[in-house]
């Protein structure tokens, strides 16, 4: 199946990403953090104001992820930062897993950095989220380091930094 990668830009399409990370986080997230976390970190980072800000102030480009053009899978979102790109959200609804979407993003991704000039990808992964963690190995991201930030409200984040070389940088 093909996937369509689109910018968002217009207020309609920030508003299907806040609604689809809401339905995307309670769903995946609650067997690995709180869902009182879930709700502070949805509020805090993907929500329609806080997407608005990322996009305009913050350098961040969202992608919704349409299958066949018209049903929207998930979406992800990316900042480049330097001479790597920061992949800071990939999310696929649970009725659209396992179906090889992450190789086309990951092939969106590549396509980006060859564009751009960019040596490398890099995501932070929490370190209980073993699902996602073996995508990545398979999709050739190495873990480089572990972090734990705290992110206000009592709540921690306790992830691994990964990253990817783009091949032929």
């Known amino acids: 199946m093909s996937l369509k ?6 207020v309609e399409e920030i508003a299907e990403v806040a609604q689809l990370a809401a339905e ?5 997230y609650v067997s690995i953090i709180t869902i009182e976390q879930i709700d502070y970190m949805i509020g805090k980072y993907q929500t329609v104001p806080a997407i608005k800000d990322q ?3 913050q350098n961040y480009e969202y992608f919704l992820i349409q299958q066949d053009g018209s049903t ?4 992800l979102s990316v900042r480049q930062e330097g ?3 920061f992949l ?10 396992g179906r090889g979407y992450a190789s086309q993003a990951m092939a969106l991704l590549e396509e980006l950095c060859k564009d751009r000039n960019l040596s490398n990808i890099w995501l932070t992964v929490n370190r209980n989220n073993e699902s996602s963690i073996a995508v990545y190995k398979k999709k050739g991201f190495r873990t480089i380091r572990e972090e734990v930030s705290d992110i206000g409200n009592g709540f921690i984040m306790d992830d691994y930094i990964m990253e990817k070389e783009i091949p032929g940088h």
């Open 72 to 75: 929207v899978v998930g979406y």
């Open 24 to 28: 995307i986080w309670r769903e995946y």
């Open 55 to 57: 996009i305009h102030h």
């Open 83 to 85: 001479v790597k790109l």
């Open 88 to 97: 800071s959200k990939f999310y696929i609804g649970k009725e659209h897993r």
């Open 5 to 10: 990668f689109t910018l968002v830009n217009g």
